[in-house]
């Protein structure tokens, strides 16, 4: 299955590109392109627990399936994550 | 409902404007949110801010949001949500959010749920420059 993976913000810089084509297995999820995706650029590894995954214009589990000419992004926690409420700051301070 | 506005654009925003695009003869408040470029993080001094999306996604999510909102205030007339994205320097508004309802309750309540969502669900990044560094905010490690 040929999958074409969008890389956003953080991740674009850290691989040094916008987007990595792939080929996965038939049945292959979410979790293969990723680990498809940090063989090629082991960097990205630590984010894992962070990431974010989008197909299309909605957001996906890893388990979710790939079809064939997916397209899947890959994202950094959302900009809201620090700043999500008063509590947050004042908390730092 | 088709005026309802939702986009991620690189320009400048205008309060002004957004306000007007709200406009509607049963309203009776319009309340704005406007986010702006705070000029610290935790005390550092921030130099300016890069704004980053999935636009075409980002629309949509905020599409949802105006829906979610329609469905939970019925007394919500029109929504419009905006981000920019780019370079942004302090003071400078990075969303706009304009709700009018035919009573102020609903258009507070609905601006507010507007806000915390899209904090949540629209993909958006902004990176942090300061004087001696740059940090993706919401990254451990930067």
């Known amino acids: 299955v040929r999958v074409r993976v969008h890389l956003f913000a953080r991740y674009r810089e850290v691989a040094g590109r916008e987007q990595v084509d792939l080929e996965i297995p038939e049945g292959g999820t979410v979790q293969s392109a990723w680990s498809a995706v940090v063989e090629r650029h082991p960097a990205l590894a630590q984010y894992r627990p962070f990431t974010l995954f989008a197909v299309g214009h909605d957001y996906v589990e890893d388990d979710h399936r790939l079809k064939p000419g997916d397209e899947l992004c890959l994202f950094p926690p959302v900009s809201g994550g620090r700043d999500a409420g008063p509590a947050a700051g004042d908390a730092r301070r | ?142």
Request: aromatic share 8%; glycine share 12%.
């Open chain 2, 1 to 142: 409902m088709d005026a309802d506005i939702f986009a991620v654009v690189d320009h400048p925003l205008s309060p002004d404007e957004i306000a007007a695009r709200v406009d509607d003869p049963g309203a009776g408040g319009i309340v704005i949110f406007s986010g702006v470029v705070r000029n610290e993080t935790g005390g550092r001094p921030v130099k300016y801010l890069e704004y980053e999306a999935h636009a075409p996604m980002a629309e949509a999510k905020l599409r949802e949001i105006g829906a979610a909102i329609r469905g939970r205030w019925p007394g919500v007339k029109r929504v419009a949500m905006v981000h920019r994205i780019g370079r942004l320097d302090i003071g400078e508004s990075s969303v706009l959010i304009a709700v009018s309802a035919a009573h102020r309750g609903d258009a507070f309540e609905a601006c507010r749920y507007a806000i915390d969502t899209l904090k949540q669900t629209v993909p958006v990044w902004k990176k942090e420059h300061f004087e001696d560094g740059e940090v993706w905010v919401g990254l451990q490690g930067g």
